[in-house]
């Protein structure tokens, strides 16, 4: 091949490159196109099958990948309102280092199409790409935000199989509908017949795959099976509780600097005229969002302020769950972790939390839960005790440099006996670590988060999506409580009521089911997740091993 045809042919590679990554980006909230991701890789997938050897496939990837992750996540550098230079930094870092993740299932999927043939590649993709997913959602420096699946949150009807599989059943169904499509494409440009078996088995295949889903979910949601109204598999009516969400839109860049009893008077007057006019059902449970409290209102120097909020929550006749920052300090220095701060005056060793603890009337220390699954960097170094030296590279904005929490907690509402959890933001990614406080016996699910930091940009929406999976997955109510929202209630089935707008001050009430029955996907949770990363490695340790065979018959050959 000439030079000038190989710029020809390598600008089309880059073109058809660009082309996936439009496509698997523009799948994501708050696009509902959805079915873009149900092709977003078969362009670069006629790219990478164009390659003999791996190592002229890695920058075609990288640019696809690339234009994926601008689109989907340009808003973690919240470059709309430049506030602050840290996060305009790591926004930056995650959308050109992140992408090189992805080499893992790709690369895996070129290696596997040199040493054991295309179709074997293109059988194992799905594997390879679940198997990734799911590994990358295991560690500290995990990121499950772009699970593919998570494409697919605006089509309630079509997902909701996920109760069996969790949303990396859907990142399967996706892989394997791109595989098919560029199968069928390859076909019709090759000009094989349209009756030909190239022709009608992926076309067959697709179909189906489209259609029984949809099936199925619109028999769901008709018969309400998932939804929030059927009676207990025994015919008896399930237990209710009415829960009420109080998003008091304050500024987040401000809070951690302004008078923090003025933040509490705030919620305090709206919980109170949100339980006034209420009356005849008033919320048992009230949640404020994440950090509603700017200090730690569980320290013993709080003590009145505490004595007060629960004087006031007997006062409401209703219990009041709110974020806040937790210290907790260790008696013996040699316990703590290496992470832990130490205090300049006293010299002993503690760690902050990003905590939520659940407030009624009483005396006793209020239950809390610390957040376990952190944002890489934002909010704590990965693996911080073995990398100390790393600790500068925290977020400072209030929320930098917590510590993992000690357990998943549940708390149990004193009145109505009703049992929950809470996520702290981030968390709700995790679906697995979500099934786990379900499998333990919360009864709905409550989430707390922030999602004021990046202005209108595409991050809020994204978050709120990804609730509607963690709702179908254990078939629970999820009630999410944002400081400037998105708030909403979801169902079991996935759909969303009271939705608030962005940026506006705004008191919720809803009567949600409190359900005990456990789906097939929280009993087993990432069961799919497990199987896709064993076949993966089995299939990539095979074409090594194949590889290794092919190099020492050409030695053998040679001598």
Same mark, same amino acid.
């Given at each position: 091949?000439?030079?000038?045809?190989?710029?020809?042919?390598?600008?089309?590679?880059?073109?058809?490159?660009?082309?996936?990554?439009?496509?698997?980006?523009?799948?994501?909230?708050?696009?509902?196109?959805?079915?873009?991701?149900?092709?977003?890789?078969?362009?670069?997938?006629?790219?990478?099958?164009?390659?003999?050897?791996?190592?002229?496939?890695?920058?075609?990837?990288?640019?696809?990948?690339?234009?994926?992750?601008?689109?989907?996540?340009?808003?973690?550098?919240?470059?709309?309102?430049?506030?602050?230079?840290?996060?305009?930094?790591?926004?930056?870092?995650?959308?050109?280092?992140?992408?090189?993740?992805?080499?893992?299932?790709?690369?895996?999927?070129?290696?596997?199409?040199?040493?054991?043939?295309?179709?074997?590649?293109?059988?194992?993709?799905?594997?390879?790409?679940?198997?990734?997913?799911?590994?990358?959602?295991?560690?500290?420096?995990?990121?499950?935000?772009?699970?593919?699946?998570?494409?697919?949150?605006?089509?309630?009807?079509?997902?909701?199989?996920?109760?069996?599989?969790?949303?990396?059943?859907?990142?399967?169904?996706?892989?394997?509908?791109?595989?098919?499509?560029?199968?069928?494409?390859?076909?019709?440009?090759?000009?094989?017949?349209?009756?030909?078996?190239?022709?009608?088995?992926?076309? +067959?295949?697709?179909?189906?795959?489209?259609?029984?889903?949809?099936?199925?979910?619109?028999?769901?949601?008709?018969?309400?099976?998932?939804?929030?109204?059927?009676?207990?598999?025994?015919?008896?009516?399930?237990?209710?509780?009415?829960?009420?969400?109080?998003?008091?839109?304050?500024?987040?860049?401000?809070?951690?600097?302004?008078?923090?009893?003025?933040?509490?008077?705030?919620?305090?007057?709206?919980?109170?005229?949100?339980?006034?006019?209420?009356?005849?059902?008033?919320?048992?449970?009230?949640?404020?969002?994440?950090?509603?409290?700017?200090?730690?209102?569980?320290?013993?120097?709080?003590?009145?302020?505490?004595?007060?909020?629960?004087?006031?929550?007997?006062?409401?006749?209703?219990?009041?769950?709110?974020?806040?920052?937790?210290?907790?300090?260790?008696?013996?220095?040699?316990?703590?972790?290496?992470?832990?701060?130490?205090?300049?005056?006293?010299?002993?060793?503690?760690?902050?939390?990003?905590?939520?603890?659940?407030?009624?009337?009483?005396?006793?220390?209020?239950?809390?839960?610390?957040?376990?699954?952190?944002?890489?960097?934002?909010?704590?170094?990965?693996?911080?005790?073995?990398?100390?030296?790393?600790?500068?590279?925290?977020?400072?904005?209030?929320?930098?440099?917590?510590?993992?929490?000690?357990?998943?907690?549940?708390?149990?509402?004193?009145?109505?006996?009703?049992?929950?959890?809470?996520?702290?933001?981030?968390?709700?990614?995790?679906? +697995?670590?979500?099934?786990?406080?379900?499998?333990?016996?919360?009864?709905?699910?409550?989430?707390?988060?922030?999602?004021?930091?990046?202005?209108?940009?595409?991050?809020?929406?994204?978050?709120?999506?990804?609730?509607?999976?963690?709702?179908?997955?254990?078939?629970?109510?999820?009630?999410?409580?944002?400081?400037?929202?998105?708030?909403?209630?979801?169902?079991?089935?996935?759909?969303?009521?009271?939705?608030?707008?962005?940026?506006?001050?705004?008191?919720?009430?809803?009567?949600?089911?409190?359900?005990?029955?456990?789906?097939?996907?929280?009993?087993?949770?990432?069961?799919?997740?497990?199987?896709?990363?064993?076949?993966?490695?089995?299939?990539?340790?095979?074409?090594?091993?194949?590889?290794?065979?092919?190099?020492?018959?050409?030695?053998?050959?040679?001598?």
């Amino acid at each position: 091949m000439n030079a000038p045809d190989r710029h020809i042919e390598r600008s089309r590679f880059y073109f058809l490159a660009v082309m996936s990554g439009l496509l698997l980006g523009l799948s994501f909230p708050p696009f509902p196109l959805g079915l873009f991701a149900w092709v977003g890789l078969v362009p670069l997938l006629f790219v990478l099958n164009a390659f003999h050897r791996p190592r002229g496939t890695f920058r075609f990837m990288y640019v696809a990948l690339l234009v994926f992750h601008v689109i989907t996540v340009n808003w973690t550098g919240d470059y709309v309102q430049a506030k602050d230079a840290y996060m305009m930094i790591a926004g930056a870092a995650t959308m050109i280092l992140h992408p090189l993740f992805y080499f893992l299932p790709l690369g895996g999927y070129v290696v596997l199409r040199r040493h054991l043939g295309e179709p074997v590649a293109l059988t194992a993709l799905p594997f390879l790409w679940v198997g990734y997913e799911y590994s990358h959602s295991l560690t500290e420096w995990s990121f499950p935000w772009l699970t593919i699946g998570n494409s697919q949150s605006y089509d309630i009807a079509r997902i909701q199989f996920i109760e069996w599989t969790g949303v990396f059943g859907i990142s399967f169904w996706v892989l394997v509908l791109n595989v098919l499509a560029y199968l069928l494409v390859r076909a019709l440009l090759e000009r094989r017949p349209v009756r030909s078996r190239a022709v009608m088995l992926p076309a +067959g295949l697709l179909l189906l795959l489209v259609v029984l889903p949809s099936v199925h979910g619109w028999y769901m949601l008709r018969t309400d099976r998932g939804g929030g109204t059927m009676p207990r598999s025994d015919g008896t009516p399930r237990d209710s509780i009415t829960v009420g969400i109080v998003q008091a839109n304050i500024d987040p860049w401000d809070k951690w600097t302004q008078n923090g009893y003025a933040t509490v008077d705030l919620y305090m007057s709206m919980t109170r005229a949100l339980v006034e006019s209420t009356a005849a059902r008033k919320p048992a449970l009230v949640l404020w969002p994440e950090t509603a409290f700017p200090f730690d209102v569980l320290n013993p120097a709080n003590h009145d302020l505490l004595a007060s909020l629960q004087h006031e929550t007997s006062e409401w006749g209703t219990s009041v769950l709110t974020g806040l920052p937790h210290r907790v300090t260790y008696a013996d220095s040699l316990s703590a972790p290496r992470s832990a701060r130490r205090d300049k005056v006293t010299q002993q060793r503690y760690d902050w939390f990003n905590a939520a603890t659940l407030i009624q009337s009483g005396g006793d220390a209020p239950a809390w839960y610390g957040k376990m699954k952190m944002v890489p960097f934002a909010e704590r170094v990965p693996y911080a005790e073995a990398f100390t030296f790393l600790d500068f590279l925290r977020w400072d904005v209030g929320i930098g440099g917590w510590q993992i929490g000690p357990d998943t907690t549940l708390f149990v509402e004193q009145r109505t006996g009703a049992r929950f959890n809470t996520l702290i933001c981030y968390e709700s990614t995790y679906p +697995g670590f979500v099934a786990t406080f379900v499998r333990k016996g919360a009864e709905f699910i409550t989430l707390i988060t922030i999602d004021s930091w990046w202005d209108h940009m595409s991050g809020a929406y994204q978050h709120q999506q990804m609730a509607i999976f963690r709702a179908i997955e254990n078939r629970r109510w999820v009630v999410r409580c944002a400081v400037g929202g998105i708030s909403c209630f979801i169902d079991p089935s996935g759909r969303v009521y009271d939705a608030t707008e962005l940026f506006t001050k705004r008191t919720l009430s809803r009567q949600i089911e409190r359900r005990t029955e456990l789906s097939f996907y929280t009993r087993h949770g990432d069961w799919l997740g497990d199987i896709s990363l064993w076949v993966a490695l089995i299939l990539v340790a095979a074409a090594m091993g194949q590889a290794f065979l092919k190099k020492q018959r050409r030695q053998l050959w040679q001598t």
